[in-house]
């Protein structure tokens, strides 16, 4: 329950709701007090539940850390070739997971900050490493991603067992 009291400089005290407690201060202004404190439900998520997912992202990173810079590289590529057939299953109103394209996304992040720390490792500038970031995008040979090839193999492994 909240209490309101307006002190004007003539000592004239207006309350709003039961009467707090007077004190003799040199305040002059609005007073706002809180009787009773509140108490904020604890939440359903236990604590067990983010320590799993700490996990999980502390192994997908120590994987990660063991590929060299040129495998990070090629699985970028291939993770964002993926993205774009997300994006083409999901304008052709085609199902799939929404979640994957969150998980895409915070995977590439984490590749190109292990990409980025090696490279501050090396000492190379921030400057410098935008631009050779251009130079490899510009020499990246376009490909399809890894599912385009698997329905392909599945479509003429298909193709041979009718023949």
């Known amino acids: 329950m909240l209490s309101l009291s307006v002190t004007s400089p003539s000592s004239s005290t207006t309350s709003f709701l039961p009467k707090p407690l007077q004190f003799k201060t040199s305040f002059n202004g609005i007073r706002l007090r809180q009787p009773n404190t509140c108490t904020i439900p604890a ?4 604590a067990s539940a983010s320590v799993v997912m700490m996990a999980k992202r502390e ?3 120590k994987e990660i850390r063991t590929k060299t810079t040129e495998q990070i590289n090629d699985e970028v590529v291939e993770l964002k ?3 774009v057939m997300l994006r083409i299953q999901k304008s052709a109103r085609n199902e799939f997971k929404s979640s994957d394209f969150r998980n895409m996304r915070k995977t590439i992040a984490r590749l ?3 990409k980025r720390e090696r490279e501050i490792e090396e000492g190379i500038s921030k400057r ?3 631009k050779l ?5 510009k020499n990246i040979v376009v490909k399809p991603p890894p599912t385009v090839l698997r329905l ?9 067992a009718e023949a």
């Open 112 to 114: 190109l900050t292990v």
């Open 128 to 130: 410098l490493s935008r």
């Open 43 to 46: 939440t359903n998520r236990t």
């Open 81 to 83: 070739g993926e993205l």
């Open 59 to 61: 192994e997908q990173l």
């Open 152 to 160: 392909r193999e599945e479509e003429a492994a298909a193709e041979a």
């Open 133 to 137: 970031d251009k130079q490899w995008k």
